[in-house]
């Protein structure tokens, strides 16, 4: 059986130039490419060499998101302390 090699975290918004401000301007995450698409576009934020984030516009997305529990991603750090004064001083 074969392994998994890769895993895409995805982010859909109705305003995800916004959304992709947060986890550039604070976390510090860049993004490697920007898709454009004929209705939608997004972005892809390489986390890891195996792992990335999507955050992109879908038609179908409206409004603020009223299950805010329903995605929640964990990313490990090596210093929990140098993170916490890092997004302090932001």
Known sequence: MSKINKILIQIYSETPDLLVKFYTNILDLKISKKYELEDDYGYKLDLTDTCSLWIAKH???????????????TMYVDSVREWFEKLKEK
């Open 59 to 73: 038609s179908e997305i409206h409004g603020k998101n009223t299950e805010v529990y329903r995605n929640i991603i």
